[in-house]
């Protein structure tokens, strides 16, 4: 059974290097709306769930009949961890109810629909099957991991730089902003594959509890 250490370790350590590629990297400060550390995690652990459906969607030609799809694995994931991913749900939307004007609730869907896209252009520029070839594994090691191991991998202290969308208020130095990154995906040439920051750091603590 593949453990998250070999994942992340054929994923990379972060979903930088398509993004940097053509998009632009803003240095993250505390101006404007930042991120607590449970709003932090709770934005990793979207980011996580919503590339296992991309990835769910998109590598469906690695499917083994009689075996369970990576979609129906993902849907697994889903209720096995349907009450904490409320919560990550919530959190948000309480997070766009204290920084942004407007309905939260839509803010934070709009939100996810831009991850889905961030993450379906990062597979066009790395093709097909360069990035099913390294991200479908993670579909199956993040069913594999307890609620405790993907938590700890999404801490703010995780391994890996992390793409965010605000910076942390207590320190966002490891944060990288991106400033249109489903743009930068797209425009980005297909170079060496990455998963997100979220599910390498996920991966990464799954090893180290693994470890002997």
């Known amino acids: 059974m593949l453990s998250f250490r070999s994942v992340a370790r054929a994923v990379g350590a972060v979903s930088l290097a398509t993004l940097l590629a053509a998009g632009p990297a803003l240095a993250a400060s505390t101006k ?11 934005e990793q652990g979207i980011r996580l769930h919503t590339e296992l459906m991309v990835v769910g969607l998109t590598c469906q030609h690695m499917d083994v009949k009689g ?4 979609f ?10 349907q009450t904490r991913i409320q919560q990550w749900e919530k959190t948000l939307v309480a997070y766009y109810k204290r920084t942004t004007s407007g309905n939260p609730t ?3 869907d709009t939100f996810r629909t831009r991850l889905a896209n ?7 520029a790395l093709t097909t099957p360069v ?13 594999t991991a307890s609620l405790e191991e993907i938590e700890r991998g999404l801490l703010p202290d995780a391994d890996g730089v992390r793409v965010a969308n605000a910076p942390r208020c207590d320190r966002p130095a490891p944060t990288v902003l991106m400033a249109d990154a489903a743009a930068a995906a797209k425009a980005a040439p297909a170079r060496a594959p990455a998963a997100s920051g979220a599910a390498a750091g ?4 799954k090893s180290k509890s693994a470890a002997p």
């Open 131 to 143: 990035f099913c070839g390294t991200h479908a594994p993670l579909v199956t090691a993040a069913m």
């Open 106 to 108: 839509r803010t934070f």
């Open 32 to 42: 404007g709306p930042c991120y607590s550390v449970p709003e932090f995690a709770a």
């Open 72 to 81: 129906n694995k993902y849907k697994q994931f889903t209720l096995k961890h």
């Open 118 to 124: 961030e993450t379906s252009q990062r597979a066009i």
């Open 67 to 70: 075996e369970v799809s990576l």
């Open 202 to 205: 996920a991966a990464k603590t």
